[in-house]
């Protein structure tokens, strides 16, 4: 199995407030994995340590088996952070201008193949299940769709690993579930790894299906078909 996260040993502190103690994780291609925990636990601290904005003060981090301080190929790793930004309702630009402006950039001096650019965008917004919202205002959509185009976005580039931060923050129940199935069949069907913060631990844990516990400096992680929710807040 192709390992994309493994961390050993790690420890981090902000001066001497110690965050992280010792932590080791693994994290395989096609995995689903949740981060939960208390405020404060870790958890975005974890996430900037993997994407090298922290850097560790002990231990070791590797991403696609190469130290985070080496890897440089951050194409494949796409990043959704807890800041989403929404578009209100007058911003002068389609679902189809969105997603194209990020394929111009990366298809530079292509840009005239028009066909395939057309074809890169429905196939994006396809696996979103956004397809039908291709001409529409992207100021009109609810904070759900929104959340969808972003995700689109980011799948241009065909990363390997989606990192996000908590992106749901304000989604109703109904919205934060249907963007969990979406992730899920991500990770399914196209093998994509995806590492989710979320305070949800009910709904993620009937989509995730690896559950990362965060607490006191500590990480443990449980498989989610063994995860006792109970257990996990008694101890
Ligand atoms: N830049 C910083 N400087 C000092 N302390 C920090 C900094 N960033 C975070 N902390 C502290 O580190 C601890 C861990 O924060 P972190 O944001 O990683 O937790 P979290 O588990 O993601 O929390 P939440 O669920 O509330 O988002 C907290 O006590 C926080 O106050």
């Given at each position: 199995?192709?390992?994309?996260?493994?961390?050993?040993?790690?420890?981090?502190?902000?001066?001497?407030?110690?965050?992280?103690?010792?932590?080791?994780?693994?994290?395989?291609?096609?995995?689903?994995?949740?981060?939960?925990?208390?405020?404060?636990?870790?958890?975005?601290?974890?996430?900037?340590?993997?994407?090298?904005?922290?850097?560790?003060?002990?231990?070791?981090?590797?991403?696609?088996?190469?130290?985070?301080?080496?890897?440089?190929?951050?194409?494949?790793?796409?990043?959704?952070?807890?800041?989403?930004?929404?578009?209100?309702?007058?911003?002068?630009?389609?679902?189809?201008?969105?997603?194209?402006?990020?394929?111009?950039?990366?298809?530079?001096?292509?840009?005239?193949?028009?066909?395939?650019?057309?074809?890169?965008?429905?196939?994006?917004l396809d696996?979103?299940?956004m397809l039908d919202?291709?001409?529409?205002?992207?100021?009109?959509?609810?904070?759900?769709?929104?959340?969808?185009?972003?995700?689109?976005?980011?799948?241009?580039?065909?990363?390997?690993?989606?990192?996000?931060?908590?992106?749901?923050?304000?989604?109703?129940?109904?919205?934060?579930?249907?963007?969990?199935?979406?992730?899920?069949?991500?990770?399914?069907?196209?093998?994509?790894?995806?590492?989710?913060?979320?305070?949800?631990?009910?709904?993620?844990?009937?989509?995730?299906?690896?559950?990362?516990?965060?607490?006191?400096?500590?990480?443990?992680?449980?498989?989610?078909?063994?995860?006792?929710?109970?257990?996990?807040?008694?101890?």
């Amino acid at each position: 199995m192709k390992e994309i996260i493994e961390i050993n040993n790690l420890c981090f502190a902000y001066k001497e407030d110690t965050i992280l103690n010792k932590i080791n994780l693994k994290i395989n291609q096609g995995d689903f994995a949740a981060f939960i925990g208390p405020n404060g636990s870790g958890k975005s601290t974890l996430l900037k340590l993997i994407t090298g904005s922290l850097k560790p003060m002990q231990g070791q981090i590797k991403l696609f088996n190469t130290p985070v301080e080496e890897f440089n190929d951050w194409a494949k790793v796409g990043y959704v952070s807890q800041k989403v930004r929404s578009f209100n309702d007058s911003f002068p630009a389609t679902v189809r201008e969105i997603i194209g402006a990020s394929l111009y950039r990366k298809m530079g001096f292509f840009k005239l193949l028009t066909n395939k650019l057309e074809n890169e965008i429905d196939r994006v917004l396809d696996l979103v299940g956004m397809l039908d919202y291709k001409a529409r205002q992207i100021g009109n959509l609810s904070g759900g769709q929104q959340q969808r185009i972003f995700i689109a976005r980011i799948l241009i580039n065909q990363p390997e690993i989606i990192l996000l931060d908590e992106p749901l923050v304000g989604l109703d129940i109904k919205a934060q579930e249907e963007f969990y199935r979406l992730l899920n069949n991500l990770s399914q069907e196209l093998d994509i790894t995806i590492v989710m913060i979320s305070h949800d631990i009910h709904v993620i844990s009937n989509q995730a299906d690896k559950i990362v516990c965060f607490k006191k400096g500590q990480v443990f992680t449980h498989q989610a078909e063994n995860f006792n929710y109970n257990d996990y807040f008694r101890r």
